[in-house]
């Protein structure tokens, strides 16, 4: 078996960029106990993405293809990923994933 990631500039940049909005997003939704969650979230999203869309044999035939990158694996690699990790990342710091501090006057 061969470790090949067939991943061009543009779609490591576009898997990157995805990751940080995933991150901004994550970030506002729910209650966050420190600044730096989006990072981590962004990061799971990343490696998400690429394990779906370059690693995982089965995934590495699904259209549509763009600069190395299968495009539908990645983003649902992505977002399952993404999600655990935020889910993870809210427990372990005492955050919350569903509910959001409540705003103050």
Wanted: aromatic share 12%; glycine share 14%; hydrophobic share 55%.
């Amino acid at each position: 078996m061969e470790f090949v990631i067939d991943m061009q500039a543009p779609a490591w940049a576009l898997v990157i960029g995805g990751g940080l909005v995933f991150g901004v997003i994550a970030q506002f939704v729910g209650r966050t106990e420190t600044g730096w969650e989006w990072l981590i979230d962004g990061i799971g999203f990343v490696v998400g993405a690429v394990v779906a869309s370059e690693l995982i044999i089965a995934f590495q035939t699904v259209e549509p293809m763009w600069e190395g990158l299968a495009f539908v694996p990645a983003l649902i690699g992505g977002i399952v990923v993404g999600l655990l990790v935020d889910v993870a990342t809210r427990y372990v710091t005492g955050g919350s994933p569903f509910t959001h501090h409540p705003m103050s006057v």
